[in-house]
């Protein structure tokens, strides 16, 4: 599985967009990436996942430049309760049936008022 | 419909003793994984079942074990507890080929 590289940690203030970048420059062919979500004594919530190009939900949007070598997340207008850890996963998921994800450090984002 | 549910929520154990934490998966999950994770890191796969069978492993001692039941329900144990062991064990569930996890509020074990 790719390895991941995210920044410790960020700052914003309520209403701003966030944008974390993660960098997974080992990333394969069938890899598809993964970002989660996890607040403090809570288990990780899924937020989005992709392959290339742009996907975006009710949450959020994922950005995969055509090289895929690394990804951003943006948070559209950001509130206190975004306050959370975000992990960025990179992994073949075909056969994972969900199972043997592979977090790293995350990236702790703290929204002030 | 109830998410994944773990129990217990919190528990205390001394060293060299025995653990064992269950896990009930989403309706319709049929996979269940498990992770560790430590104060201030992400979460860590200790292994994953399906089928009542362990299908993978991360890199954890054998002291750690695992069943899961025909209902998918399932089970994690810690042997001969270490100080270490101190974490928060999630439980994940997932659909037949899905790629999305979902989590449980997890149990927070401390050994003392």
């Known amino acids: 599985l790719a390895k991941t590289t995210q920044p410790i940690s960020m700052d914003s203030y309520e209403g701003q967009e966030v944008n974390i970048t993660c960098s997974h420059n080992?990333?394969?062919?069938?890899?598809?990436i993964t970002w989660y979500q996890q607040f403090p004594s809570q288990g990780p919530r899924f937020i989005i996942q992709?392959?290339?190009t742009k996907v975006t939900n009710e949450v959020a949007s994922l950005f995969i430049p055509a090289d895929r070598k690394s990804s951003t997340l943006s948070l559209p207008r950001v509130s206190l309760s975004d306050t959370a850890v975000y992990y960025c996963?990179?992994?073949?998921?075909?056969?994972?049936?969900?199972?043997?994800?592979?977090f790293g450090q995350g990236t702790e984002l703290s929204v002030k008022p | 419909d109830a998410g994944v549910t773990q129990s217990p929520t919190h528990l205390i154990k001394t060293r060299g003793q025995q653990v064992t934490l269950r896990c009930s998966p989403k309706s319709g999950h049929d996979t269940v994984s498990w992770y560790q994770q430590a104060l201030g890191q992400g979460p860590q796969f200790i292994f994953q079942?399906?089928?009542?069978?362990?299908?993978q492993r991360g890199n954890f001692p054998d002291r750690f074990s695992g069943h899961q039941f025909p209902n998918y329900s399932s089970e994690l144990n810690v042997n001969a507890l270490l100080l270490g062991d101190s974490a928060l064990y999630l439980c994940?569930?997932?659909?037949?080929?899905?790629?999305?996890?979902?989590f449980g509020q997890g149990t927070r074990l401390t050994v003392v």
């Open positions: 992709g392959y290339k």
């Open positions: 080992n990333i394969a062919t069938n890899d598809y």
């Open positions: 996963l990179v992994g073949d998921m075909r056969y994972n049936q969900g199972g043997k994800l592979i």
């Open positions: 994940a569930s997932s659909p037949l080929a899905n790629t999305e996890a979902f």
């Open positions: 079942y399906y089928e009542e069978e362990e299908r």
